[in-house]
């Protein structure tokens, strides 16, 4: 497996650890009668959804689609040797940027700016992964027998 991909599959088993401990933290306080505001379930999910489930698919996608190595003959068929490590950044940065931010969005100019950046952040990591996932996911070059 790539670098680029473990990078991608590490952060997501942290991210999912970090998603049950916060979940058993939340759920320890509600049940000692210290209710959690709502907004904070919301962070939760998105720590999960992008953190544990995003990271785990681009990773793993990143390793297993076909090779494209026509279009990327430098690494042999992968991608730009920069563009996992941006999109890492960009959907990592932007992930934390939200969960810092989002609760405080209706009292701060600046939390409202970083959370409208972690937006940007994410999408951008998004587009650069769907960028080389487009490329190579094609047809195959010798299709065996019945397959089209």
Do not use: D
Not at 6 to 11: A, D, H, I, P, S
Not at 71 to 85: N, S, V
Not at 106 to 131: E, K
Request: aromatic share 10%; charged share 10%.
């Amino acid at each position: 497996m790539p670098l680029e991909s473990r990078l991608f599959v590490k952060t997501s088993v942290i991210a999912l650890v970090l998603t049950f401990a916060w979940g058993a933290v939340m759920a320890i306080g509600e049940s000692m009668g210290h209710p959690v505001a709502p907004i904070w379930a919301v962070e939760h999910a998105h720590l999960a959804f992008v953190g544990w489930l995003v990271n785990l698919v681009v990773g793993i996608a990143l390793w297993m689609l076909p090779l494209a190595r026509g279009t990327y003959p430098q690494t042999q068929g992968r991608y730009p040797r920069a563009l996992p490590y941006v999109a890492y950044g960009c959907l990592n940065v932007g992930l934390v940027m939200r969960i810092v931010s989002e609760p405080y969005v209706a009292q701060s100019g600046i939390a409202a700016a970083a959370l409208g950046t972690s937006a940007v952040l994410q999408l951008s990591a998004i587009a650069l992964f769907a960028a080389v996932a487009w490329v190579r996911t094609r047809p195959p070059s010798r299709p065996a027998a019945g397959v089209r």
